[in-house]
């Protein structure tokens, strides 16, 4: 176990970017901070190893990657896929104290592309569900995304073969679900939709 493990096992642990960039993690192990405190990303094999993401989950993000990505050939706007840290309340002497790893995030200020990852909230954030999701998760995420300002978020369901698209209108978002036969149109990216048939085949 390394000593970062050790660590985040604490359960008094408070932790800033500044500490995050120092955790040396064992081959496979991944965490997000959120308002301070370290979650363990993946489904544990044990008391310490993370599973990593399953097949459905890599096509159904590699799909939807390849159609954004192929829709910003040669624009101003980046797409990354996971693992890429986002800083979603950036402070420039790394005191803050979130950083999460999106499945997929587009990114059209060039300002907030570092060398590290994302500082500040992206255009659009695309998380896929897995097994080992908690409500709890879901619940901070959503806040967290809707607190910091990012103008659309999706939630992919693998098993129901559907969409949750959240999009910020007046301080609020406004969610719509889209089915596996549907082509949905990304707000952010005018002009781009996505096939879901192609995502969920």
Same mark, same amino acid.
């Given at each position: 176990?390394?000593?970062?493990?050790?660590?985040?096992?604490?359960?008094?642990?408070?932790?800033?970017?500044?500490?995050?960039?120092?955790?040396?993690?064992?081959?496979?192990?991944?965490?997000?901070?959120?308002? =301070?405190?370290?979650?363990?990303? +993946? @489904? %544990? !094999?044990?008391?310490?190893?993370?599973?990593? *993401?399953?097949?459905?989950?890599q096509l159904i993000s590699g799909e939807l990657f390849r159609q954004i990505a192929n829709y910003l050939h040669g624009k101003p706007c980046k797409v990354f896929s996971a693992p890429f840290d986002v800083r979603l309340f950036y402070q420039e002497d790394e005191t803050d104290i979130t950083v999460v790893q999106p499945d997929i995030s587009v990114i059209c200020d060039a300002k907030k592309i =570092?060398?590290?990852?994302?500082? +500040? @909230? %992206? !255009?659009?954030?695309?998380?896929?569900?897995? *097994?080992?999701?908690?409500?709890?998760?879901?619940?901070?995420?959503?806040?967290?995304?809707?607190?910091?300002?990012?103008?659309?978020?999706?939630?992919?369901?693998?098993?129901?073969?559907?969409?949750?698209?959240?999009?910020?209108?007046?301080?609020?978002?406004?969610?719509?679900?889209?089915?596996?036969?549907?082509?949905?149109?990304?707000?952010?990216?005018?002009?781009?939709?996505?096939?879901?048939?192609?995502?969920? !085949?």
């Amino acid at each position: 176990m390394s000593d970062a493990a050790r660590k985040l096992d604490d359960p008094r642990g408070h932790f800033t970017y500044a500490d995050y960039r120092q955790w040396e993690l064992a081959e496979g192990e991944r965490y997000e901070l959120i308002d =301070g405190v370290a979650y363990a990303m +993946g @489904a %544990p !094999n044990d008391a310490h190893a993370m599973a990593g *993401p399953d097949t459905e989950h890599q096509l159904i993000s590699g799909e939807l990657f390849r159609q954004i990505a192929n829709y910003l050939h040669g624009k101003p706007c980046k797409v990354f896929s996971a693992p890429f840290d986002v800083r979603l309340f950036y402070q420039e002497d790394e005191t803050d104290i979130t950083v999460v790893q999106p499945d997929i995030s587009v990114i059209c200020d060039a300002k907030k592309i =570092g060398t590290e990852g994302c500082r +500040g @909230a %992206p !255009n659009l954030v695309i998380e896929i569900l897995s *097994p080992s999701n908690t409500g709890e998760e879901s619940v901070k995420k959503f806040n967290l995304y809707l607190e910091a300002g990012v103008q659309e978020y999706w939630i992919v369901s693998p098993k129901s073969k559907t969409v949750q698209v959240n999009i910020l209108e007046d301080g609020a978002y406004q969610a719509r679900t889209y089915k596996a036969d549907a082509v949905l149109p990304v707000r952010v990216l005018e002009g781009l939709s996505i096939t879901l048939g192609d995502v969920f !085949n």
